[in-house]
């Protein structure tokens, strides 16, 4: 595959350059424009919006759909998820859109997640006392296991039930385009794992999030079912793996800059401001939710075609020299403006729970261990291969155990 050009622009979104130095090529693309045309792995063309500003912008432009009945496209997405997991909020416009994150928002409480936290630092504290060595895979032992309790709790999904869902995760998410059919195999165990515990809720309801969803689609017709299952998956894929390489990578970026780490140890540098940084500096989830332009749309000197697929890069906004000093250096110090979880009537509601998790892991693991430094040299951290995350495979680091009292 083709490395970036003198113009700035990418073959594919899974071109060896984007993979390999992701923030190396998109600051190509920033210099000659803000938006680049691409392809997705699908092969179908793509708009790919690079800079800041025009990010922010599209990210809350009601003229870019996220309703895929608006696409305009050579053929059905190979990749396309089936019709019982897709009625859920990132396939939506107003105002049924409107409607479901009302709903989602009345359960999905920043008090429900408040409660949460004791429990969050247990299981943390859990994890590295009985999985943690001398030398370790801390995503393994760490990043991994605690996003996918946790979301399990909040929802309500005994821990027998968990063991097949990070295997589906890690498919749905695999880059390659031969990976359409396993996505598909993938998609239909998770469709009928939630289908079964959501009769389980409606025969035995508890405190949690898919009790009072069911108890909603049931009681109050607030939602279809085609709706309650899109939003059970999606609440456990997406509240699971982005907190999973927000983890992993805010734990790598001190990491590389022990000075920062050393901040944290003495509380000179806030946790939350490590968290908000990562965000920034290495998201977790690199392009917005794709959306579909409803007329053509000027950005620049370039006019996106109505029915486009555009892709928002978070990725590259971030690190927007026309919007950040030192955009490539990582700073605690400096205002949270990033674009890591959205803009405008679709801002992700998972983020308070992201970030305690986040805030929380790193301050236990550092708690735990007065040493703690990378087992290998940095450029030989293995990526995941993915335009959908970015993420590493593992994190070997060395430990040391602070002595207790």
């Not at 998609?187 to 809720?201: N, S, Y």
Request: hydrophobic share 40%; net charge negative.
């Amino acid at each position: 595959m083709s490395s970036t050009n003198r113009t700035g622009s990418i073959s594919s979104l899974l071109s060896e350059a984007l993979f390999a130095d992701p923030h190396g090529t998109y600051a190509q693309l920033r210099e000659t424009a803000p938006v680049r045309r691409t392809v997705t792995p699908d092969g179908e063309p793509v708009w790919l919006i690079t800079r800041y500003a025009e990010a922010r912008a599209a990210l809350a432009d009601p003229r870019l759909s996220l309703n895929k009945a608006n696409a305009k496209t050579s053929g059905e997405y190979k990749s396309s998820m089936p019709p019982e997991l897709d009625a859920h909020l990132l396939n939506m416009d107003p105002p049924d859109h409107t409607r479901l994150r009302r709903l989602v928002t009345t359960v999905f409480t920043p008090r429900r997640i408040a409660i949460l936290r004791d429990r969050i630092q247990t299981m943390a504290a859990d994890l590295l006392d009985t999985e943690v060595g001398p030398c370790t895979d801390l995503m393994q032992t760490l990043a991994l296991p605690l996003p996918m309790g946790v979301i399990c709790e909040l929802l309500g999904i005994p821990g027998k039930d968990r063991h097949d869902f990070r295997a589906w995760t890690d498919t749905l998410l695999s880059p390659s385009p031969e990976s359409a059919t396993n996505s598909r195999a993938a998609m239909r165990q998770m469709h009928q794992f939630l289908t079964g515990v959501i009769q389980d809720k409606r025969s035995h309801p508890a405190e949690d999030l898919l009790s009072a969803l069911t108890h909603a689609r049931d009681e109050r017709e607030a939602l279809t079912e085609q709706e309650l299952l899109s939003l059970a998956f999606l609440t456990l894929f997406a509240g699971y793996d982005n907190a999973v390489h927000l983890i992993g990578n805010a734990t790598l970026g001190l990491l590389l800059h022990p000075e920062v780490m050393d901040g944290v140890r003495h509380h000179t540098v806030p946790i939350r401001a490590v968290v908000e940084e990562t965000l920034r500096w290495n998201p977790p989830f690199p392009l917005g939710v794709r959306r579909f332009a409803l007329e053509d749309i000027s950005i620049g000197d370039t006019v996106i075609p109505t029915g486009s697929r555009v892709w928002v890069s978070i990725a590259s906004a971030n690190r927007d020299e026309r919007e950040f000093r030192s955009p490539d250096a990582f700073d605690p110090g400096r205002a949270p403006t990033h674009l890591a979880f959205g803009h405008g009537i679709h801002y992700c509601l998972g983020a308070p729970l992201a970030r305690l998790e986040a805030e929380i892991a790193i301050q236990t693991l550092l708690e735990r261990f007065p040493v703690l430094e990378l087992a290998v040299p940095a450029d030989e951290l293995q990526w995941w291969p993915s335009f959908h995350k970015r993420g590493l495979q593992s994190l070997p680091v060395r430990t040391q155990l602070r002595e207790r009292d």
